[in-house]
């Protein structure tokens, strides 16, 4: 989150040069297959949509409100998956506050019927967090059986 919070401060600050950008896109990249490494959940599309809900009353009250549109696809070892979520910013003098209000995953069927209710929960409870973490763990634990039943075999 931090890193997606400097990237669009520094966006609409401007580039000084484009070797700026070139090294930053570079660092991003880097951090990326960083994270791609160390989870196994690569993310091959994302887009981002944001609307202001500030209202004049709002404005007076120096109120932010604002909703961001979500849509990521990706996959982790053989499961892929697409995730769209919604988070609404509340943001006022003290301090800024922000939610989950809609979560829907999409995934390909599959052989593991666990997987639908662990996704079906993670929606419910709109923790994407939850998400991430158990499907990474879940692929690696299904990596560990079919190692294990292979020595057997």
Known sequence: RKSFQ?????DSEGWKTSKDLRSNLGNLESELLFLNTLTGINIRKYSKKIENLTSTEMTERRIKKVLQRHKLSG???????????????FQNKENLSSIITDLNIIMESTA??????FVSRAEERRD???????LHFF??????RKRTFKHFK
Do not use: A, G, K, P
């Not at 400097?6 to 520094?10: K, L, R, T, V």
């Not at 994407?128 to 158990?134: A, H, P, T, W």
């Not at 692929?139 to 560990?144: G, K």
């Open 6 to 10: 400097e990237i669009y401060q520094s």
């Open 128 to 134: 994407l967090f939850m998400f991430f973490r158990s």
């Open 75 to 89: 996959n982790c070892h053989m499961i892929t998956f697409q995730v769209e979520f919604q988070i609404l910013e």
């Open 112 to 117: 593991y019927s666990e997987l639908s209710e």
């Open 139 to 144: 692929v690696e634990w299904c990596e560990y």
